[in-house]
């Protein structure tokens, strides 16, 4: 069974720092990569950050780019998206997805995603 489990999110004051982690289980984690996306009450789900799992390519939106870094532990299965300097618009639930790595972030940039975490709250305040 696929399963990923998000955690790290919090109540941070703005400038504060978060890490948030993917725990993936049920597939080959080297074929895939690991988006975080997220979703505030109201507006649509937006992918904010991915990496292969394999060759290690990385993406980044630009309203993070500079203030979030995505790592993976193979080892481990798992994936990292630590958030620094917060801002209260990063405020909403992130969800990590899974999709096969073809060399191509479409599945990031449309969110078709073959497997979704259940979500993990950051909450910034000013």
């Known amino acids: 069974e696929v399963q990923l489990v998000e955690s790290g999110g919090a109540l941070v004051q703005a400038g504060g720092s978060l890490r948030l982690s993917c725990a993936a289980s049920?597939?080959?984690?080297?074929?895939?990569?690991i988006g975080w996306f997220r979703q505030a009450p109201g507006k649509e789900r937006e992918g904010v950050s991915g990496?292969?799992?394999?060759?290690?390519?990385?993406y980044y939106d630009d309203s993070v780019k500079g203030r979030f870094t995505i790592s993976s532990d193979n080892a481990k299965n798992t994936v990292y998206l630590q958030m620094n300097r917060l801002k209260p618009e990063d405020t909403s639930s992130y969800y990590c997805?899974?999709?096969?790595?073809?060399?191509?972030?479409?599945?990031?940039?449309?969110?078709?995603?073959?497997?979704w975490g259940q979500g993990t709250q950051v909450t910034v305040s000013t």
């Open positions: 997805a899974a999709f096969r790595w073809s060399r191509s972030w479409a599945p990031l940039f449309l969110a078709e995603c073959d497997n």
């Open positions: 990496i292969s799992n394999r060759g290690g390519f990385t």
């Open positions: 049920g597939f080959t984690f080297d074929d895939y990569a």
